[in-house]
């Protein structure tokens, strides 16, 4: 019990602080570039907002374009979750194990914001049919390296004003460790089978049977 108990706090630790960050940040700042708090210079900044949608801002439209990334968050929660159980039962590394619980903790962390924040803090988009399953992401870190008006020639973004890097939360930030980690150390994680001494291997034991 002790081993499962020891992943899965991992993720509630990433969901506890994720959302005590973002009470702290809507009851304690300004939304918007009036509350913004300069942290290191004018590139590392704390930032109110909220998303709506996906990553970067990116919404599925309509009404139920929304339940549906809801709903989808919801079923990837759970996948995850079951993920993870099955990886410390097969005693897989440590490290990995702990990367997909920050990815678990990160993904609950913006459901609770979909979920519950129409509610708890009214922040459902004005033409929602329901504040529940409607709520926006509070999102609070901002790396401002550049933002601008873009190229009229780039498709789909071109002649819009833009920040170069998005505005994330705690939970962003957790999954994206994550992902990034098993990237760095997939090798680890995931050994190439040695085909060459599983060949020996099998030759050896048929000398031996002959």
Not at 13 to 41: C, E, N, R, T
Not at 122 to 133: D, V
Not at 182 to 209: M, N, W, Y
Request: hydrophobic residues 45%.
């Amino acid at each position: 019990m002790n081993k499962y108990l020891k992943y899965f706090g991992i993720a509630l630790l990433v969901i506890l602080i994720d959302q005590a960050v973002k009470m702290l940040v809507h009851f304690q700042m300004d939304f918007g570039s009036p509350g913004q708090i300069p942290i290191f210079g004018d590139w590392f900044k704390l930032h109110y907002t909220t998303n709506p949608g996906m990553a970067f801002g990116m919404e599925l439209g309509s009404d139920y374009g929304k339940l549906l990334l809801t709903s989808f968050r919801l079923v990837a929660m759970c996948g995850i979750g079951y993920y993870l159980y099955h990886i410390i039962e097969k005693k897989q590394p440590s490290l990995y194990i702990v990367c997909i619980a920050m990815i678990l903790g990160g993904a609950i962390g913006n459901l609770v914001d979909s979920v519950f924040y129409g509610v708890w803090l009214n922040n459902a988009p004005y033409n929602a049919s329901t504040p529940w399953f409607h709520g926006q992401v509070v999102d609070m870190f901002y790396f401002d390296i550049w933002e601008g008006y873009l190229p009229e020639w780039l498709p789909v973004w071109g002649g819009s004003y833009t920040a170069l890097w998005p505005i994330f939360n705690v939970a962003d930030a957790a999954i994206f460790v994550g992902v990034a980690m098993i990237l760095i150390f997939q090798g680890r994680f995931f050994p190439e089978k040695d085909e060459t001494s599983t060949t020996i291997k099998d030759e050896e034991v048929d000398q031996v049977s002959e």
